[in-house]
């Protein structure tokens, strides 16, 4: 099995046509089904169902696809560490990143530069389900994550860092601003505004379920928009609220906007890093350290405080 063999598979299954693959991969099409059509004796599968008109994956070709996505997204991580490499640089860590992390980051960024200043990180934003994808066939090296861990994410393990804290944001004019703490139930009478379920279930879910163990259905509200922009709604002082996590409410303090914690036990979101099975690297093994590092300084300043 080679790799271009794998190349042009994943292009093949990507544009269901030969021709097209053929014109993308900038190589004649006959070399295109003579490479397939090895691979497919090597596998001893027929991986693509052809037709003069139709070009579609067998259900073998389904399965081979993502193990031959994961192996070029594996050579594609080695050869940036090796350009990394030429240039003087012990490679860079690719680290996908969530919303909300605040002050966080930037410790955790500080720590591990001076553990590690010859590494150069590489933040990148993605949906949860596209980033750990990436950190499954190696395009980045870890990732954070926010609440239960993913089971159809077979082959990440995933290592607790710490719990983010959720406050309730309410028009600043509104007499449960004066609070300086509301339990769920205080909010019964108040519009909740908050994303859809499918792009954060978790924390969705926690909501609601604080709402329901004291014994209320939330009024639903207008659907989210960004936070900026449902926070400027709320600032109107229409009543409504929706909650935020405490790190991002340092970051938008708005005059029209009252965070206030939740009464004890509280709400919060548990975040993990996600990392590859097998064993750590050196690198990851700082990057942990820099995480500890950042949690146990913010938990210092927040005893201070």
Known sequence: MELRQLRYFVTVAEELHFGRAAERL??????????????????????FDRSPRLVRLTPAGEAFLPAARAVLGAEDAARAVAADLAAGHLGA?????????????????????????????????????????????????????RGPLPEETPGLRYLPLWQDELLAAVPARHPLAERTELSPGD?????????????????VDLVLRACHAEGFEPIPGPPLGSLQDTLAAIGTGTPMWTVVYASNADFARVPR????????????????????????????DLLLAACGSARRHLTSDDQDS
Do not use: Y
């Open 26 to 47: 900038l190589i004649g099409q006959p070399a295109v089904s003579q490479q397939i059509r090895r691979l497919e004796r090597e596998l001893k599968v027929e991986l």
């Open 93 to 145: 860590l690719r680290l996908g990143t969530i919303t909300g992390l605040g002050d966080r980051l930037g410790r955790i960024l500080d720590a591990f530069g001076r553990q590690a200043p010859e590494v150069r990180v590489e933040l990148v934003a993605l949906p949860v389900r596209e980033r750990l994808a990436q950190l499954a066939d190696g395009r980045l090296d870890a990732a954070f994550v």
């Open 187 to 203: 909010l019964a009478e108040l519009p909740l505004r908050m994303t859809e379920r499918r792009n954060h279930p978790t924390l």
């Open 257 to 284: 906007i009252a965070f206030v914690p939740f009464a004890p036990p509280g709400l919060s979101v548990p975040v993990a890093l996600a990392v590859r099975q097998g064993p750590g690297t050196p690198r990851l």
